[in-house]
């Protein structure tokens, strides 16, 4: 299975350095919170931190929930030296073959597989491309062609030739290239190849700039922005994901660790969904863990999540919890009908005493010595999100106890 395999390279805490200044960067330079570095001095890769291609660009990211608003990618255009605004959407794949037309993947109707799917313009992404990768990928965008990610490609058992179909649109693979060099997308298509998918928002902003600091490029993109927009900026370096919600795990490290399913969006609301009930009975359990009593999870979950709650109840903690909010729910994230499923679809996030953490309360409840206990096993917090949800704790990274 591929968990096996990728655990020991995935992961990252969401908690990122802010700092109160930044130093200008180096074309050459890449970042790792507010402290530039060059290539020749870059640490060892880690399990929080998998290595990146070669050559890697250093990138500034910005990317807000929900995404970006109609007309933002023209005025952003000049704005920076490079610039490059990826759309994404998920879309719902129905089959898929290889390059002899074998079929690999066709879920029963009306089950069907999401697929985590971006569009760009080829010449815009090109400066974002490490030479390696770059005439491999823009070539295969200009045809009209899908970008396939490693891991997406390894999940899909598809290489170049491959196709995949979502409904009556058919998508040949043109090229398989590094994750981070497609976003840790799962598919990467042009802009028309996109819009016929049903691609239609704008995800996150690539920038390139020899003179930019955290603060310039903040203002300089919140000045085509809402007031009091939640906008999320990086500098290069801080994150191994440059994507939208850079700080979480992306759909295909979840499907890794948790194993794909297929599953058939509900018809009075398409942000919930029925899941292959194959993979349910495989997946899903209900078991007793300490403080909680009866929780429903992904099996691959509850030992990491019982260990956390018993290291509660060893430390005398285990008062600081008082209500188990759920688990498994098969929904989306945020509850939006383009957006990925929500970790809670696989199982692989718990909340915990949501009366008095509520999604976007800016000051949650929840006592940071629960909090510490859930990151030193691997969790990631959603106090710390961008809307901050502090009754959220999700899967992050292998546990930090075995590391």
Known sequence: MLAVALLAALGLAWSLPWGPADPVVAPSSTITGDVA???SDQPEPTDDHPAPSAEPVPAWLAWMPGGFPEGF?????????ATAVVAGDTRWMTASRDADGA???????PFRIPIDSFSVDPDEYA?????????????????GEAVLGATSAELRHLGPGGTLVFGDVTVKVGAVAPDDVVGWSELLVNRDVGARLGIEHNRYLLALGDALNRS???????ALLPADTYLRVE????????????????????????????????????????ADPTWYREHIVTEQVPILGEVTCNVAFIPTLRAAL????????????????GCYAARTVARSDTAPPSNHAYGAAIDIDAPTNGYGDATPAMDPRVVEVFERHGFLWGGDFLIPDGMHFEYGSPSLRDQ
């Open 127 to 143: 400066p974002f491309l490490p030479g390696a990768s770059r005439d491999d990928v823009v070539d295969a965008l200009k045809r």
């Open 216 to 222: 310039t490029f903040d203002e300089a993109v919140r």
């Open 235 to 274: 500098v290069p370096g801080a994150t191994p994901y440059v994507r939208v919600g850079s700080g979480v795990n992306p759909p295909v490290v979840m499907k890794t660790v948790f194993d794909e399913f297929a599953a058939a969006p509900r018809t009075d609301d398409p942000a919930f969904f029925t």
């Open 103 to 109: 079929i690999v993947d066709r879920p029963e109707p």
């Open 310 to 325: 018993q290291e509660l109840v060893d430390r005398g903690l285990d008062h600081l919890i008082s209500i188990y909010s």
């Open 37 to 39: 570095r060059t290539p």
């Open 73 to 81: 990618r023209g005025q952003v255009t000049g704005a920076f030296d």
